[in-house]
């Protein structure tokens, strides 16, 4: 009882909140993930892009440094933007960038 109490006191909850459910948005054998990033009033363009390969997961995770008003238009905006990145780089996202050897 006294966790619920002061957890709403200082703005946290008795249990741990649950992470909203994204629904991933399929795209040439890709699935994208829009997960927008809460900054004050804005929200900034973030998400994942992942694809199966056998039995593993490949996974690339991006964040922008555009803002939006909206979570709804950052979702949008990101899911467009990671449209163009698999149409330019395929499996290349899943490939580590190589190191300058000077």
Same mark, same amino acid.
């Given at each position: 009882?006294?966790?619920?109490?002061? !957890?709403?006191?200082?703005g946290a909850s008795a249990t741990a909140q +649950? /992470? =909203?459910?994204?629904? =991933?948005? +399929?795209? *040439? !054998?890709?699935?994208?993930? =829009?997960? =927008?990033? /809460?900054?004050?009033?804005?929200? #900034?363009? +973030? !998400? %994942?892009?992942? %694809?199966? *390969? !056998?039995?593993?997961?490949?996974?690339?995770?991006?964040? #922008? &440094? @555009?803002?939006?008003?909206? /979570? *709804?238009? +950052?979702?949008?905006?990101?899911?467009?933007? &990671?449209? %163009?990145?698999?149409?330019?780089?395929? @499996?290349?996202?899943?490939?580590?960038?190589? %190191?300058?050897?000077?």
């Open positions: 009882m006294l966790k619920k109490l002061f !957890g709403s006191l200082f +649950a /992470a =909203p459910t994204v629904e =991933p948005v +399929a795209y *040439q !054998g890709y699935l994208i993930y =829009p997960e =927008p990033k /809460a900054e004050g009033s804005q929200f #900034r363009l +973030a !998400g %994942r892009i992942t %694809r199966q *390969q !056998g039995d593993e997961t490949l996974s690339h995770t991006f964040i #922008r &440094a @555009d803002l939006l008003p909206s /979570a *709804q238009q +950052a979702e949008e905006l990101m899911v467009d933007k &990671a449209k %163009r990145l698999i149409d330019q780089l395929g @499996d290349e996202l899943f490939t580590p960038p190589k %190191r300058n050897q000077d």
